[in-house]
């Protein structure tokens, strides 16, 4: 390949996916060169593929994520808008607005969008004051060729705010709608493209807190009937301990009673036989009492006897 020249080439492109850092890289296998020719390009259009060039190597910055990030965590930004002194489109852009336009900090910046001095001194003054997003809008008409200029492009491409353009005219896109980070053809689209956002970025937010609410809700519930259902098990097994221990309880007191009515009755039946033993004895008693009084005489005349011969021996025995 030599600089400044164009090649036709037959082959075939494929794409290779790097493994290690996620990426797609795209492959031109030339399998046959056609033709070569001198590039017709000039010297302004080379530049301008270098300055787009340049644009896709630093990368074209997502606006719609960076202002739905903004909202979500309620961020504080500030829009920037450059249009034209004599412009009206400021009143398309609210009125597309609708409910939106109480939350965004818009503000509009009139210079001569004629003068490319007076453009790049706009978007270094809103730069200077720290404008989250800078955006440079015109309603219809010719005489573009002030959105060709190379300085407009490089600021673009250099700036660190988000740069957006909405400028009246689909046919001839100019190099600085194709820098921008996101372009729009009339300027009502760029304040249709804010109510959306927000109004998409709110639904979503309040879905994601319902859905919270509901999955938060849904787990308190679980939670509250699990400690119910544990609650209600342990006052069963303590109802059931509770009966049980009295059902024991019961029996250990029946048990004793029986016990105690059986010592009772054991008892009893051994007075009965002790009553009986001494009705028996003291019956015996009555008998030989009855007998002894019957014989009481007899009785005492052999005792008197027996004492005067024992009386008599014990003399004998004495002298003796």
Same mark, same amino acid.
């Given at each position: 390949?030599?600089?400044?020249?164009?090649?036709?080439?037959?082959?075939?492109?494929? !794409?290779?996916?790097?493994?290690?850092?996620?990426?797609?890289?795209?492959?031109?296998?030339?399998?046959?060169?056609?033709?070569?020719?001198? &590039?017709?390009?000039? *010297?302004?259009?080379?530049?301008?593929?270098?300055?787009?060039?340049?644009?896709?190597?630093?990368?074209?910055? *997502?606006?719609?994520?960076?202002?739905?990030?903004?909202?979500?965590?309620?961020?504080?930004? !500030?829009?920037?808008?450059?249009?034209?002194?004599?412009?009206?489109? *400021?009143?398309?852009?609210?009125?597309?607005?609708?409910?939106?336009?109480?939350?965004?900090?818009?503000?509009?910046?009139?210079?001569?969008?004629?003068?490319?001095?007076?453009?790049?001194?706009?978007?270094?003054?809103?730069?200077?004051?720290?404008?989250?997003?800078?955006?440079?809008?015109?309603?219809?008409?010719?005489?573009? *060729?002030?959105?060709?200029?190379?300085?407009?492009?490089?600021?673009?491409?250099?700036?660190?705010?988000?740069?957006?353009?909405?400028?009246?005219?689909?046919?001839?896109?100019?190099?600085?709608?194709?820098?921008?980070?996101?372009?729009?053809?009339?300027?009502?689209?760029?304040?249709?493209?804010?109510?959306?956002?927000? &109004?998409?970025?709110?639904?979503?937010?309040? &879905?994601?807190?319902?859905?919270?609410?509901?999955?938060?809700?849904?787990?308190?519930?679980?939670?509250?009937?699990?400690?119910?259902?544990?609650?209600?098990?342990?006052?069963?097994?303590?109802?059931?301990? !509770?009966?049980?221990?009295?059902?024991?309880?019961?029996?250990?007191?029946?048990?004793?009673?029986?016990?105690? &009515?059986?010592?009772?009755?054991?008892?009893?039946?051994?007075?009965?036989? !002790?009553?009986?033993?001494?009705?028996?004895?003291?019956?015996?008693?009555?008998?030989?009492?009855?007998?002894?009084?019957?014989?009481?005489?007899?009785?005492?005349?052999?005792?008197?006897?027996?004492?005067?011969?024992?009386?008599?021996?014990?003399?004998?025995?004495?002298?003796?």
């Amino acid at each position: 390949m030599q600089p400044n020249k164009t090649i036709t080439v037959n082959g075939f492109i494929t !794409r290779r996916i790097m493994g290690t850092s996620g990426s797609i890289q795209i492959q031109l296998t030339v399998t046959d060169l056609v033709g070569q020719t001198q &590039n017709k390009y000039s *010297d302004d259009e080379i530049k301008k593929i270098e300055l787009m060039q340049a644009k896709a190597a630093v990368g074209y910055r *997502d606006v719609y994520s960076w202002l739905k990030e903004k909202i979500i965590n309620e961020e504080p930004f !500030r829009i920037g808008i450059i249009i034209g002194k004599t412009g009206i489109i *400021d009143n398309d852009i609210k009125h597309q607005l609708r409910e939106s336009i109480g939350f965004y900090d818009l503000s509009f910046h009139r210079v001569n969008l004629s003068s490319e001095q007076e453009i790049l001194a706009a978007i270094d003054r809103l730069y200077t004051e720290h404008y989250g997003l800078i955006a440079i809008s015109r309603g219809g008409g010719e005489n573009l *060729d002030i959105f060709n200029k190379f300085s407009l492009a490089e600021k673009a491409i250099g700036l660190e705010p988000l740069f957006i353009t909405a400028i009246g005219h689909k046919d001839d896109i100019s190099l600085l709608q194709k820098v921008a980070d996101k372009s729009f053809i009339i300027p009502s689209e760029l304040g249709q493209f804010l109510n959306d956002t927000y &109004n998409h970025t709110v639904e979503e937010l309040q &879905n994601s807190r319902a859905k919270l609410i509901e999955s938060v809700k849904s787990q308190l519930t679980a939670n509250y009937q699990k400690q119910i259902e544990n609650l209600n098990e342990k006052l069963k097994a303590h109802e059931e301990l !509770r009966l049980k221990t009295a059902g024991d309880l019961e029996q250990v007191y029946k048990e004793k009673i029986d016990l105690l &009515n059986a010592q009772m009755a054991g008892e009893q039946r051994l007075q009965g036989e !002790r009553i009986g033993l001494l009705s028996e004895q003291i019956s015996n008693y009555k008998t030989q009492v009855a007998s002894l009084e019957t014989k009481s005489s007899i009785n005492w005349t052999v005792v008197i006897i027996a004492v005067i011969l024992g009386i008599v021996i014990g003399f004998l025995l004495r002298g003796r």
